[in-house]
T-cell receptor, first 112, second 116 residues
Framework: ELKVEQNPLFLSMQEGKNYTIYCNYS?????LYWYRQDPGKSLESLFV?????AVKQEGRLMASLDTKARLSTLHITAAVHDLSATYFC????????????FGDGTTLTVKP | DGGITQSPKYLFRKEGQNVTLSCEQN?????MYWYRQDPGQGLRLIYY???????QKGDIAEGYSVSREKKESFPLTVTSAQKNPTAFYLC???????????????FGEGSWLTVV
């Protein structure tokens, strides 16, 4: 059974600082997704990582995938208040393509 | 506009009642999903369907039922057997795996269900 763990679960940071959210998964997977959820809202897709070494960047967010370490990271550069949200990673097991398993989410609060 | 429509957005249920949450998508996606989210927690998969007239149980299917008679529709019934149904319910769809987008999941706006 695929398990996905994120850490930290809660993150409070000051504007302008950098930080990394980690996503570990338990079984072989080469498909990793990052989503963002604003309070009381639905989820929207941020990044799709489909191979070992994949790196995607959008604005102040950069996601990477290391399939050998079973690890994905979401790096935040020079945080701004608008990035405050909950970030979820999700992985698909190679043996169960099409069914994503989600982590518990990391709630990010960016303070002035 | 293409998207996923869930209704109702807010629903109150008396104990012992069944309720049905509607989900319609016009993205022409083959796969559809129902997730449950409790406050401050992650998503748990209730049911999913990868093709019309077929669906599979997810991790927390007990007390729920679904149907997939049409490609665009995947309604969820919360039965009286579900002991603690108060939660945020998210319907989602995906095109299945492809070269460029993998299995990116697109979510509806969600339905808040409260037991009174």
């Amino acid at each position: 059974e695929l398990k996905v763990e994120q850490n930290p679960l809660f993150l409070s940071m000051q504007e302008g600082k950098n930080y990394t959210i980690y996503c570990n998964y338990s079984t072989t997977s080469d498909r990793l997704y990052w989503y963002r959820q604003d309070p009381g809202k639905s989820l929207e897709s941020l990044f799709v990582l489909l191979s070992n070494g994949a790196v995607k960047q959008e604005g102040r967010l950069m996601a990477s995938l290391d399939t050998k370490a079973r690890l994905s990271t979401l790096h935040i550069t020079a945080a701004v208040h608008d990035l405050s949200a909950t970030y979820f990673c999700a992985a698909e097991a190679v043996t169960n393509a099409g069914k994503s398993t989600f982590g518990d989410g990391t709630t990010l609060t960016v303070k002035p | 506009d293409g998207g996923i429509t869930q209704s109702p957005k807010y629903l109150f249920r008396k104990e012992g009642q069944n309720v049905t949450l509607s989900c319609e998508q016009n993205l022409n996606h083959d796969a559809m999903y129902w997730y449950r989210q409790d406050p401050g927690q992650g998503l748990r998969l209730i049911y999913y369907s990868q093709i019309v007239n077929d669906f599979q149980k997810g991790d927390i299917a007990e007390g729920y039922s679904v149907s997939r008679e049409k490609k665009e529709s995947f309604p969820l019934t919360v039965t009286s057997a579900q002991k603690n149904p108060t939660a945020f319910y998210l319907c989602a769809s995906s095109s299945g795996t492809d070269t460029y987008s993998g299995n990116t999941i697109y979510f509806g706006e969600g339905s808040w269900l409260t037991v009174v």
